[in-house]
């Protein structure tokens, strides 16, 4: 079965300083892979979404930037967290496509990582 | 711009009762999915209805799509306390080229038992 995992699931992190957060899938290949940052009592925001290695989307320009240096890794990471950037990031995974472009399926989700930039 | 938007924003109902959530969005679609959040948590997928449905059901969960209007409609009926937590629709924008699914800003439930 496939599962995901994102770790840590809290961080407190001084403005300034640099951010990794990583998420990888197990038992599924090529899936599409999702990056979104909820704020407290808010929606889901789309940060970053992947199709495959090494291509990554970003949706909304900021300060954080997505790698994917293996098929089911997908890495969100920033040089310098700003205060705006605390809240809550969660990894995702839909199934692929597939060789003739479909519509997306069901995302599953990671647990999350409560971020909290002081 | 966010693609799907949800109300109300809050709900407060009585175990028993049903409750109804809606969901407006924007584009074209392929399909519409609904999700759950308890607190503090990831998301839950509930249910997927594709473009050419306008009904589905599942358990107590009966979901509508009125592609004309844009607009959906999530029903949960007989609700639990155990219900409470929040919900969003996502749409799965068609022609899109890279499978990404768009939340809105979901519908705080909670049922008081």
């Known amino acids: 079965s496939q599962t995901i995992h994102q770790w840590p699931a809290t961080l407190v992190q001084p403005v300034g300083s640099p951010l990794s957060l990583e998420c990888t899938v197990e038992g599924t290949s090529n899936p599409n892979l999702y990056w979104y940052r909820q704020a407290a009592g808010r929606g889901l925001q789309l940060l970053f979404y992947s199709v495959g290695i090494g291509q990554i989307s970003s949706e909304v320009p900021q300060n954080l930037s997505a790698s994917r240096p293996q098929d089911r890794q997908f890495i969100l990471s920033s040089k310098k967290l700003l205060l705006s950037d605390s809240g809550f990031y969660l990894c995702?995974?839909?199934?692929?496509?597939?060789?003739?472009?479909?519509?997306?399926?069901?995302?599953?989700f990671g647990q999350g990582t409560r971020l909290t930039v002081v | 711009s966010q693609q799907g938007e949800e109300d109300p924003q809050a709900l407060s109902i009585q175990e028993g009762e049903n409750a109804t959530m809606n969901c407006s969005y924007k584009?074209?679609?392929?399909?519409l999915q609904w999700y759950r959040q308890n607190s503090g948590r990831g998301l839950v997928h509930l249910i997927l209805?594709?473009?050419?449905?306008r009904e589905k059901h599942s358990g107590r969960l009966r979901v509508t799509l009125d592609t004309s209007k844009k607009s959906s409609s999530l029903l949960i009926t007989a609700s639990r306390a155990a219900d409470t937590a929040s919900y969003f629709c996502?749409?799965?924008?068609?022609?899109?080229?890279?499978?990404?699914?768009?939340f809105g800003q979901g519908t705080e439930l909670s049922v008081k038992p």
């Open positions: 995702a995974w839909s199934a692929p496509r597939g060789r003739v472009l479909g519509p997306t399926g069901e995302a599953f």
């Open positions: 996502a749409t799965d924008a068609s022609g899109n080229q890279g499978g990404k699914l768009i």
């Open positions: 209805i594709r473009s050419n449905e």
């Open positions: 584009t074209s679609i392929n399909n």
